[in-house]
């Protein structure tokens, strides 16, 4: 049994060896940024995976403030209140006012039935996130999209290999974000990527991650994007451990929807979304409250585990926000109040599951 501090998550590394294999060519070719040969490995590989031409950039928040820009968004975004906060700034970042919608309370992503009434006439896109990884109703969201002709951007941070009918995800709506953080199921330390079927698009967000600088023309606004070769080195070691990796997380997952199973808890279950392949990117657990939440994660954290309360808080009520961007979400700030994510990596042994989910019941059983 492993006494350690157990955190939510724990960043999966390859060897000091391959990394450094890897990194030979670094040194004998000197070029370790700027469109490099592991750039463009790490950009081929992800794009045949995806079957989409996607673009490697410096993390996941860039991925979004240049889908924005990309997109020439103006006025008022629909979004979702249910996302980390990344997904709020970048807007308010590119002073376009967040209108918050409301998510649907099953698989906690924006509820379509509540976007048309909210839609402004300065409203000019959808940014969607596929929280959890779970994917977002693109059919109602692109229909929507298509008749108040507004663009749609997903956050698909948490979304990487996640498919449906056997199709990656990442193709929908004009413009998808990754994050390639160390905390996400795929990592290059910090990095991200915005994907596109669009290939104008593709080529507006290449130039624009290079301040839109294109041999001796400047030819757009643009930011500084890139990524290094030294991320992208980690990122390749990383693809080859990513189904072993996956099947890892998906029997941690297992283990801990059976030993919860008979508890009040909402654990959300892929086997109910009809044809999806997940990624095991998260294990939330939703509480009947939040005095049972905070209760069991100080329990926990007595023995030196830290689930995080990812999403909290939910992003209509940021503090920062302007008072009349404030709308009323009552599913996801009633997610937000109660939400808990248990500790999920490749390497969390079983029976740290067991004493984890032991705790739980126990504290659970004496509430109840
Ligand atoms: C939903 C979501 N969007 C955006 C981001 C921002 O990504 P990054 O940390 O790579 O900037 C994150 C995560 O960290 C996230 O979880």
């Known amino acids: 049994m492993n006494n350690t501090p157990i955190q939510v998550s724990k960043t ?19 070029w370790v940024t700027n469109n490099g040969p ?17 673009k490697v950039v410096s993390n996941g928040t860039v991925a979004i403030q240049l889908a924005i820009r990309a997109l020439d968004l103006t006025g008022s975004v629909i979004t979702t209140p249910y996302s980390y906060v990344a ?25 379509p039935d509540l976007i048309e009434e909210a839609i402004r006439p300065d409203t000019t896109a959808i940014l969607a996130t596929h929280v959890y990884g779970y994917p977002c109703n693109h059919e109602a969201l692109a229909d929507i999209a298509e008749r108040h002709n507004l663009k749609l951007i997903y956050d698909a941070a948490h979304a990487f290999d996640v498919a449906v009918d056997g ?4 193709t929908w709506g004009d413009i998808s974000t990754l994050s390639f953080h160390a905390t996400k199921v795929f990592h290059t330390i910090e990095g991200g990527a915005v994907l596109s079927t669009d290939p104008d698009i593709i080529e507006r967000l290449q130039l624009m991650r290079s301040f839109g600088h294109a041999g001796r ?32 997380r998906k029997r941690i997952s297992d283990l801990y929807r059976e030993l919860l199973s008979e508890m009040p808890l909402n654990c959300l279950d892929p086997a109910n979304y009809p044809g999806l392949d997940y990624n095991y990117a998260y294990f939330p657990v939703f509480c009947w409250d939040n005095a049972m939440r905070e209760e069991f994660i100080a329990k926990l954290n007595a023995e030196e585990i830290y689930p995080r309360r990812y999403f909290e808080p939910s992003l209509n009520q940021l503090d920062f926000l302007a008072p009349e961007l404030r709308r009323s979400c009552p599913v996801s700030e009633r997610a937000a109040s109660t939400v808990v994510c248990l500790p999920l990596y490749p390497d969390l042994p079983l029976d740290d599951v067991r004493r984890i989910c032991k705790i739980i019941r126990k504290n659970i059983l004496q509430w109840w």
């Open 87 to 111: 997904t709020t700034n970048t807007l308010l970042w590119a002073d376009l006012t967040p209108i918050f919608v409301d998510i649907e309370p099953e698989w906690f992503c924006l509820n």
């Open 217 to 248: 023309d400047f030819l757009s606004l643009g930011i500084n994007g890139k990524n290094s070769e030294f991320h992208c080195g980690i990122g390749l070691l990383n693809l080859a451990r990513l189904e072993e990796n996956r099947a890892a």
């Open 12 to 30: 999966y590394l390859p060897t000091r060896q391959d990394y450094y294999e890897l990194l030979e060519s670094v040194w004998d070719n000197h």
């Open 38 to 54: 592991l750039i463009r490995q790490l950009e081929a590989t992800l794009t045949e995976r995806f079957s989409a031409p996607l």
């Open 167 to 170: 199709q990656s995800i990442l």
